[in-house]
C-alpha cells in the first residue's frame, strides 16, 4: 500500500479503479454522451468545479472539439461560500475565483467535477451557477459516482460508479495537478 498526502489528507492507496488510459475512455464517452444528449453544442457551456473538475471540462471541450469541431464555452466555478457544510471544512474558505467568460443565461450548462458523493457540492455548485444568471438547463458530469447521496441530485454523465464505504477516500487523479490520471480507492491514514 502507497502512503502519501491527497488534498491535504494523510492517505494510503488500496486499490486503483482506472488508469490513465481507462480514465481517458471515460472521457472519450462522457463527451459522446454530451453531444448526443445536446443536439445544438453550440449552446453548450462546460462549468468545471474547482479543483479537478476544471481540467476534467477543458478535457471533454478539446474532446468536444475533436468530435464535432465546434469550441463551447469552459468556465471555472468556486462554490467555497455556497457550502452549506462550510464552518465544518475550514473555519475560513480559501476563496478562489469564479471564471466564466460569457453569460449562462440560455445556454445548456454542464457542471463537470470529479466525484460525487453527498450531492452537497453539486448542490451548492447549482446555487452559484444560478447567481451568475438563469441557464436553459443544468446537467452534471460526474467521474465517479460513489453513491451514499444525502440530497437527491443525480449525475446525467458518469465515467465509472464505484460502491464504496462512508469511510474510503475516492481520489481522482488528472495530470494538470498530480501528474498523472486515474482513479484511487483510499482510507485516511
Given at each position: 500500500?502507497?502512503?502519501?498526502?491527497?488534498?491535504?489528507?494523510?492517505?494510503?492507496?488500496?486499490?486503483?479503479?482506472?488508469?490513465?488510459?481507462?480514465?481517458?475512455?471515460?472521457?472519450?464517452?462522457?463527451?459522446?454522451?454530451?453531444?448526443?444528449?445536446?443536439?445544438?453544442?453550440?449552446?453548450l457551456c462546460l462549468v468545471g468545479i474547482k479543483t479537478r473538475g476544471?481540467?476534467?471540462?477543458?478535457?471533454?471541450?478539446?474532446?468536444?472539439?475533436?468530435?464535432?469541431?465546434?469550441?463551447?464555452?469552459?468556465?471555472?466555478?468556486?462554490?467555497?461560500?455556497?457550502?452549506?457544510?462550510?464552518?465544518?471544512?475550514?473555519?475560513?474558505?480559501?476563496?478562489?475565483?469564479?471564471?466564466?467568460?460569457?453569460?449562462?443565461?440560455?445556454?445548456?450548462?454542464?457542471?463537470?467535477?470529479?466525484?460525487?458523493?453527498?450531492?452537497?457540492?453539486?448542490?451548492?455548485?447549482?446555487?452559484?451557477?444560478?447567481?451568475?444568471?438563469?441557464?436553459?438547463?443544468?446537467?452534471?458530469?460526474?467521474?465517479?459516482?460513489?453513491?451514499?447521496?444525502?440530497?437527491?441530485?443525480?449525475?446525467?454523465?458518469?465515467?465509472?460508479?464505484?460502491?464504496?464505504?462512508?469511510?474510503?477516500?475516492?481520489?481522482?487523479?488528472?495530470?494538470?495537478?498530480?501528474?498523472?490520471?486515474?482513479?484511487?480507492?483510499?482510507?485516511?491514514?
Amino acid at each position: 500500500m502507497q502512503r502519501e498526502v491527497f488534498d491535504g489528507l494523510g492517505v494510503v492507496t488500496r486499490k486503483q479503479i482506472l488508469d490513465s488510459n481507462a480514465f481517458n475512455r471515460a472521457l472519450t464517452r462522457i463527451a459522446h454522451e454530451i453531444l448526443e444528449k445536446n443536439r445544438e453544442p453550440r449552446n453548450l457551456c462546460l462549468v468545471g468545479i474547482k479543483t479537478r473538475g476544471i481540467p476534467i471540462s477543458k478535457r471533454l471541450a478539446n474532446k468536444i472539439m475533436e468530435f464535432e469541431g465546434i469550441s463551447v464555452l469552459v468556465g471555472e466555478l468556486d462554490i467555497s461560500l455556497y457550502r452549506d457544510d462550510l464552518t465544518e471544512l475550514d473555519k475560513l474558505p480559501h476563496l478562489q475565483s469564479t471564471n466564466i467568460q460569457g453569460d449562462v443565461t440560455g445556454k445548456d450548462v454542464v457542471l463537470v467535477d470529479d466525484v460525487i458523493f453527498t450531492g452537497r457540492t453539486a448542490r451548492a455548485a447549482m446555487d452559484a451557477l444560478m447567481d451568475l444568471g438563469r441557464p436553459k438547463t443544468i446537467q452534471l458530469a460526474v467521474m465517479v459516482d460513489r453513491g451514499h447521496r444525502e440530497l437527491p441530485i443525480r449525475p446525467d454523465y458518469v465515467g465509472k460508479n464505484v460502491p464504496t464505504s462512508k469511510d474510503e477516500i475516492v481520489a481522482v487523479k488528472v495530470s494538470e495537478i498530480d501528474q498523472d490520471d486515474g482513479v484511487f480507492i483510499c482510507e485516511k491514514e
